[in-house]
């Protein structure tokens, strides 16, 4: 009963002046997790975030021009003021876990305050353009150690997950420390603290959502673990992450890889964005985008450093609403980042005028916009975008 009445308490409690990674915010009903305990299982309560009248939402969309996102960091340190230029033309922007140079050091530790790193440039962006959709990252397996988040984990262990002779189990990663620790989600207090990082970056008023890396796959091999931990620990994956979309509403939860199923399972409703990490000029691209729209998931397809004609045709014969195409490095050793925008991300598209075709006598994709027609041949992963002009 007590945890019942926290509940409904949940929506209209109000916070005192807190600063929360760096950042003094004053008194505003906010998104928080309460935590009770009913028959000694911590229970979670949200409702929607706020900064002062700031409620997390989702990224605009058009169809003017390719919708594009933006992905990437600076691991030497700040971004220049050109870097912002480029970065303000996307609609949303989302830095990586190695902003800064901390985070690429050999002495990389919670004292590196990573998610500061993050919001400052995210704070910077939204100070040229409000409306731009500002994404925070952090991984839903691996607790890379530049974060404050690790701070809270190694003071508490039990939170880790452990393999099946009861040791913290490690996994490789991109890390100078080599190997991280793993969030156990099968534990209820670890996946409120995890939403709590996602949520905190959302109070400061500068951040909308969060990009979770390896949602699907990169996982810990079950036989690493006793078949009730593993158990556990899938079904808490899941869990963790739809809660958090409970959490910030409207506010983007990408969900690496989860297009919905039959890929994954993440359900219609779970989470509202997935990442196709690889997006190339091939016939499954396309089809896990046809399978995200189906499970109303939009989608940053992220074609690493190729943004070349077949491949934005493959996109543009699956896009749908809130489809993104984004290019460029995860980070880089300068403060530009020219690479993640092209030409052709200024040439007129225009409104789709019908779904994608497909013939089966030609493997040839068929799909008009307003200003471009589109088609993509399955077998030879050849495709053409009639209208725009891709002469170097």
């Not at 409690?13 to 009770?36: D, E, H, P």
């Not at 900064?51 to 960091?73: I, N």
């Not at 409000?130 to 809270?152: G, K, M, R, W």
């Not at 499954?284 to 998931?297: F, M, V």
Request: charged share 15%.
């Amino acid at each position: 009963q007590e945890c019942g009445q926290r509940n409904k308490l949940a929506s209209s409690v109000q916070i005192s002046k807190k600063k929360i990674m760096g950042v003094m915010f004053t008194s505003a009903t906010a998104l928080l997790l309460l935590l009770c305990t009913c028959a000694g299982v911590p229970i979670v309560f949200a409702a929607p975030a706020v900064h002062g009248s700031y409620v997390p939402k989702s990224p605009r969309f058009s169809w003017d021009t390719l919708p594009v996102f933006f992905h990437g960091s600076n691991q030497t340190g700040a971004l220049n003021a050109g870097a912002y230029k480029v970065m303000a033309k996307f609609p949303m922007v989302t830095i990586e876990k190695f902003q800064g140079p901390c985070a690429n050091s050999k002495t990389v530790s919670p004292a590196c305050h990573e998610e500061a790193q993050i919001i400052e440039v995210l704070k910077n962006v939204k100070a040229i353009d409000e409306n731009i959709s500002t994404i925070f990252y952090y991984n839903s397996v691996l607790d890379f150690p530049q974060y404050d988040l690790h701070a809270a984990m190694l003071a508490d262990p039990s939170l880790m997950l452990h393999d099946s002779d009861n040791k913290i189990l490690k996994m490789h990663c991109p890390s100078p420390v080599s190997d991280c620790d793993v969030f156990d989600f099968g534990n209820p207090r670890t996946r409120a603290l995890f939403i709590e990082e996602c949520v905190n970056a959302t109070l400061t008023g500068y951040v909308d959502g969060c990009f979770l890396d390896r949602a699907v796959d990169g996982v810990p091999p079950s036989s690493s673990m006793n078949k009730s931990t593993a158990d556990a620990y899938t079904a808490g994956h899941i869990q963790v992450l739809t809660d958090l979309q409970k959490a910030i509403g409207d506010g983007p939860v990408i969900a690496n890889h989860a297009t919905g199923p039959p890929h994954d399972n993440f359900s219609k409703g779970d989470v509202n964005f997935a990442m196709i990490e690889g997006f190339s000029n091939n016939n499954e691209s396309i089809n896990l985008l046809l399978q995200a729209g189906a499970n109303s998931r939009g989608v940053q397809a992220h074609a690493r450093h190729t943004a070349d004609e077949s491949t934005l045709a493959a996109f543009l014969i699956g896009a749908g609403f809130r489809m993104y195409f984004g290019v460029g490095p995860w980070t880089s050793s300068v403060a530009t980042v020219d690479d993640h925008w092209v030409p052709q991300f200024d040439l007129p598209l225009g409104m789709p005028l019908a779904p994608a075709m497909y013939d089966t006598g030609s493997s040839t994709w068929y799909r008009q916009f307003t200003h471009v027609n589109v088609t993509f041949n399955a077998d030879t992963n050849q495709g053409v975008i009639n209208g725009w002009n891709f002469a170097t």
